[in-house]
Nanobody
Framework: QVQLVESGGVLVQAGGSLRLSCAAS????????AGWFRQAPGKERAFVAA????????YYADFVKGRFTISKDNAKNTVYLQMNSLKPEDTAVYYC?????????????????????WGQGTQVTVSS
């Protein structure tokens, strides 16, 4: 079992920056791939960014490319999402997800069903 706890969500003005953190406990997180998703009111959960278990490979949704950066610190069992140039449409609950690696593949995963463990979410609100 892996427990994930997100933090860092706050109210921020458009154009500002935030860093979300996802702390993992329960297993050695270094062998897990991870991702960030978000869900706005009335909308389905959407993929934001993903990172391979080693941190060497990343993948982003088109709407965050160039603005968001996902990273993984295996020594701290933590995944981060650095968000810059925030827009009001980035307002959502942000969720962290994780899954064990497949052998030593550097795969990244962008679909919710590909993940096994989920955090409770952290609210990000961007005011205009």
């Amino acid at each position: 079992q892996v427990q994930l706890v997100e933090s860092g969500g706050v109210l921020v003005q458009a154009g500002g920056s935030l860093r979300l953190s996802c702390a993992a406990s329960g297993r050695t997180f270094s062998s897990y791939a991870a991702g960030w998703f978000r869900q706005a009111p009335g909308k389905e959960r959407a993929f934001v960014a993903a990172i391979s278990w080693s941190g060497a490979d990343t993948y982003y949704a088109d709407f965050v490319k160039g603005r968001f950066t996902i990273s993984k610190d295996n020594a701290k069992n933590t995944v981060y999402l650095q968000m810059n140039s925030l827009k009001p449409e980035d307002t959502a609950v942000y969720y962290c997800a994780a899954r064990p690696r497949e052998n030593y593949s550097s795969s990244v995963y962008s679909r919710p069903y590909e993940y096994i463990y989920w955090g409770q979410g952290t609210q990000v609100t961007v005011s205009s």
